[in-house]
């Protein structure tokens, strides 16, 4: 095939002598203000003065399952790692998600309204228990604010200690609850220090129920009391396994997290018989974390335990423990720990390409039909009847222990950070194993659906500021995935790797913002990608190419109406009956045109030329037909 591609100056002649800052993306001033102040760098790394606090958190909680209610007392340290005083400090209360009376973006049955959390014996001290900080308290809808006698000064540390009291969902289960037949999971629980970053000093942002994760790094030291017979499954290292099991299922669990074949270590019959749990009266559970953005757990009284492991990196012998946990009649989970283990050896070798994070990762069922909540190294999941649906949601959940968790993104405000991650990494993968199912057709179709419509949000528009819920869907997850996409197919399968491994290395356990992935990238590529990051994340460019015309020696001109970098594929019929395809990457449009022309064998006749396929998104057909009237 003969095809020579030509970039169309058209446009352009009278624009070349402009400077690359014109293609390069807009700064905001905050961001302006943190490369002045060296906490983040132009070249997309962090800078010399990059910074972030960090917490400990002790947490006693009793589940006491028959009322629905968890009753905590917590102790957490908080240190000041910022070059500012902090007079104020801000607790997120997510539980008053389910006060009366509080905004919500969805709505909540009268069964499920509480009176939010109740909060007793709230303390913030330094070092004496007497001298307790707090002058005033205020609360908002879901954020507690104390206002503090004396700041905590950069480079010192508080203590707060609070009692603590929630119930615990039972019909409108947000990302958390009481899931019947005494199955729980627990997320979105505890009074959780708000961040505090060199962009916005606190965040103050609602969790009225769209918005997701923004955590700094924290330990946790957590003590579960259950009531007889539950088994607890959370974030981190269980510690005291030992005196919990009995020893057929600690052998189980030894030979699951040293095998490639999945081990059913708990079943049905094992919880009839009494051969779980050492004690049968209540017992606690001690696990410990460190350096994770959440904790979180599931307790259930009658689940099936299945685990399997595999080593994510070469020359370690350090296994992932992947595991399941699911109702007696699954779905599709009974296949769950080995889906889990297909999910996270694709994400460490494949894409990102890069060793999972975290030494477990344990995929709860919680029965309901559908959809799924990550948190680190926990999923709840539901359940549904579709094998590949359930999969590919597994895969999603699975992959964000990568994005927000390890990448520390602030969802709050950039959700496309890490659910278009979530949604896109699963391309690859679910084409290898359920073709069928159309994967990337579902998410580039549910985009082209708003493509293009007053509706759609830019992505720079932040998460939280998006309040009607198929927007927020498209920018979180669909556009962000097929930016990410296309990206990848404008650098290159490896370029795109190499650029997001820097990027991971880069940033991995901190915050980085918008900014620091486009310099990244642009730093890796050696080009200003703003030609591509405009469009897709800046500007309201929607997917429009279409032939603007074919002349007499076979140049197709081919226009970005809709401006938005996509690949080109072409198809000419000629008149003795043969076809020709040209395809071209995305790059075609990184000089910033707005045309192309692409040659066709000259020594042929033209019958007709059909731009685009089902794959590439556009939203206007009619333009991408041209026939020769003869
Ligand atoms: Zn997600």
């Known amino acids: 095939m003969n095809k020579i591609p030509i970039i169309v100056l058209i446009m352009f002649c009278a624009f070349r002598i402009v400077d690359v800052s014109a293609q390069s993306h807009p700064l905001p001033s905050e961001v302006k203000k943190a490369f002045r102040n060296n906490t983040r760098s132009g070249d997309g790394n962090p800078g010399t003065a990059y910074w972030q606090n960090h917490a400990t958190y002790k947490i006693e909680a009793e589940l006491l399952a028959d009322e629905s209610i968890l009753k905590c007392s917590q102790r957490v340290q908080y240190f000041n790692n910022s070059p500012d005083t902090l007079k104020q400090m801000l607790v997120r209360i997510y539980a008053d998600f389910y006060k009366k009376g509080t905004a919500r973006q969805w709505p909540i049955g009268d069964a499920d309204l509480t009176d939010g959390m109740q909060l007793e014996n709230m303390k913030v001290f330094q070092s004496s228990e007497d001298e307790n900080m707090i002058a005033e308290t205020h609360r908002t809808p879901t954020n507690l604010i104390l206002d503090l006698n004396d700041g905590i000064l950069p480079g010192d540390s508080i203590i707060m200690e609070v009692e603590w009291e929630i119930i615990i969902p039972e019909k409108r289960w947000a990302r958390m609850g009481n899931y019947g037949d005494d199955k729980f999971f627990i997320a979105y629980w505890y009074p959780q220090i708000a961040v505090y970053d060199d962009i916005d000093g606190w965040d103050r942002i609602e969790y009225f129920g769209m918005v997701e994760f923004y955590n700094d790094f924290n330990d946790f030291d957590v003590q579960i009391k259950t009531p007889p017979g539950f088994i607890v499954w959370a974030t981190g290292s269980l ?57 979180t757990f599931a307790a259930a009284k009658h689940s099936n335990w299945d685990g399997t492991s595999l080593v994510v990196e070469n020359g370690s012998n350090k296994r992932v423990f992947t595991d399941a946990v699911y109702t007696n009649e699954p779905r599709t989970y009974a296949n769950a720990a080995e889906w889990s283990r297909k999910s996270v050896a694709y994400l460490s070798e494949e894409l990102p390409g890069y060793p999972f994070p975290y030494h477990h990762m344990t995929s709860v069922s919680n029965g309901r039909k559908g959809g799924g909540m990550e948190s680190p190294m926990m999923a709840n999941n539901g359940d549904p009847e579709n094998e590949a649906n359930s999969h590919a949601t597994l895969f999603h959940e699975i992959s964000h222990s990568y994005f927000p968790f390890f990448m520390g993104t602030n969802e709050r405000k ?184 692409l040659q066709f064998d000259k020594e042929k006749q033209i019958k007709n030329v059909v731009l685009g396929d089902e794959l590439i998104p556009d939203i206007n057909d009619e333009n991408n037909v041209f026939e020769i009237e003869n």
């Not at 189980?252 to 004690?279: G, P, Y």
């Not at 082209?448 to 830019?458: Q, V």
């Open 239 to 295: 510690e005291n396994e030992g005196r919990i099991f009995e020893r057929n299922i600690l052998k189980k669990l030894e030979k699951a997290r040293n095998s490639d074949e999945v081990v059913n270590i708990i079943a049905a019959e094992d919880i009839q018989n009494k051969r779980v749990l050492k004690n049968s009266t209540k017992n606690t559970w001690h696990y410990t974390a460190s350096g994770v953005p959440d904790f």
């Open 414 to 597: 950039y959700a496309w950070m890490d659910e278009g991650w979530a949604a896109f990494l699963p391309i690859g993968f679910m084409e290898k194993y359920y073709p069928e199912y159309g994967y990337f057709k579902r998410v580039m179709h549910r985009f082209e659906g708003l493509s293009g419509s007053e509706k759609e949000a830019t992505l720079m528009t932040l998460s939280y500021q998006i309040g009607d819920y198929n927007s927020y869907r498209i920018h979180a997850y669909n556009r962000s995935a097929m930016a990410y996409y296309y990206l990848q197919d404008a650098l290159g399968d490896s370029l795109f790797k190499q650029a997001l491994h820097t990027y991971i290395d880069r940033w991995n356990g901190k915050h980085p913002l918008p900014y620091d992935f486009f310099n990244t990238f642009s730093n890796v590529a050696e080009q200003d990608l703003g030609w591509f990051f405009k469009p897709w994340f800046f500007n309201r460019s929607y997917a429009d190419l279409g032939i603007k015309k074919v002349t007499l020696d076979n140049q197709v001109v081919v226009e970005n109406y809709g401006g938005l970098p996509l690949p080109v594929r072409l198809v000419a019929e000629f008149a003795d009956g043969s076809t020709e395809t040209i395809d071209e990457s995305t790059s075609i449009w990184s000089a910033g045109n707005q045309a192309v022309i």
